[in-house]
């Protein structure tokens, strides 16, 4: 009989990508046991092309029907890498061995409320497979992996003649406005620089779009707010560049091997969660020295100081010269 496993994650797309090293390395390393993967009925564009996940199980709309219908499946194993009440009450429902992620949250709370940094120095990706040093599970060094089912494919010939022979992304996206970065950064790299860009994120970015394609640079096409996840990550996986803020693409992005610029704002890079092996030539840009960085774990709808110098104080100079070095 098989060894069975589950391994729990909920929550976004940059948290579910991140734990692709764990799904790999655990099916890589145990080829004959069976991997489930437990998540939201929205992920699962996300997962379905994964090759080492055997089956997706959905988080249903009653969680005590979910756990019933796991039941039946006799993991051996519980592998919780979101460990919050839900992950709790489905561990305690099959009583089969678990091992649960450290969230390390009052770290967190110490290095957001009073700047005290007692992080690791460890990315979670590292963290996220420390959950399974049980098992013995080595680091296969590969990084993040993002599958597109073939369906999901853009299909780049309907892009402009120019834009086929190469662009450049900018994820608008972040789940909190102070997250992404405002869209003036980008006025001078788009009015000066003779590079296609394509703009990417959701339909909260649309302002931010439509505010970019008013300056009429004409070398700009909008993508926010009209694509599914599959075909904005096979966009990233085309470009030869892509900026992001900190969330979802910008893990895809790392998923692919791609050059990012990653732009951080109320969150930091000392949380643990910055691009993770992307290719050389990435860089990180962020306002370090300032006293209310970082505020948030997550983000906020608007700067709790209500200055933004986060993002305010960006320089634009860098952003420019690393597109025309690396492009």
């Known amino acids: 009989m098989k060894t069975k496993f589950l391994i729990i994650r909920f929550s976004s797309i940059g948290d579910i990508v991140l734990t692709s090293p764990v799904v790999r390395c655990l099916k890589n390393q145990f080829p004959e046991a069976e991997v489930h993967y437990l998540t939201k009925k929205r992920n699962i564009d996300l997962l379905k092309a994964n090759p080492y996940i055997d089956k997706i199980q959905l988080f249903g709309d009653s969680l005590s029907d979910t756990i019933r219908e796991l039941k039946t499946e006799n993991y ?12 709790l009450r489905v561990k305690l429902g099959l009583r089969a061995k678990s091992y649960s992620f450290n969230k390390l949250n009052l770290r967190k709370f110490l290095l957001t409320s009073f700047k005290l940094n007692f992080m690791p120095q460890a990315h979670i990706v590292d963290r996220n497979l420390e959950t399974l040093s049980h098992f013995h599970l080595t680091n296969d060094g590969k990084g993040l992996e993002y599958f597109i089912p073939e369906e999901d494919e853009f299909n780049l010939s309907g892009l402009p003649v120019r834009f086929r022979n190469g662009y450049m992304v900018l994820v608008l996206a972040g789940t909190y406005a102070t997250k992404r970065m405002p869209v003036e950064k980008y006025k001078n790299l788009i009015g000066e620089v003779d590079i296609p860009f394509i703009l990417l994120g959701g339909k909260s970015e649309r302002i931010m779009a439509d505010h970019i394609l008013s300056w009429e640079t004409g ?37 692919f091997h791609k050059k990012i610029l990653s732009v951080w704002g109320s969150t930091t890079p000392e949380l643990g969660m910055y691009p993770y092996l992307p290719l050389d030539g990435s860089k990180i840009l962020e306002v370090k020295g300032l006293s209310c960085r970082p505020c948030s774990k997550l983000g906020y709808h608007e700067c709790p100081k209500k200055h933004f110098r986060c993002m305010n104080d960006l320089p634009e100079d860098q952003i420019m010269d690393w597109v025309k070095r690396e492009f």
């Open 76 to 87: 051996d194993y519980i592998i919780d890498l979101h460990n919050n009440l839900r992950s």
């Open 219 to 255: 070398n700009v096409i909008d993508f926010t707010g009209k694509l599914r996840i599959n075909q904005s990550a096979s966009l990233v996986k085309n470009a030869r560049l892509v900026i992001a803020n900190d969330t979802g693409l910008m893990h895809i992005a790392a998923a």
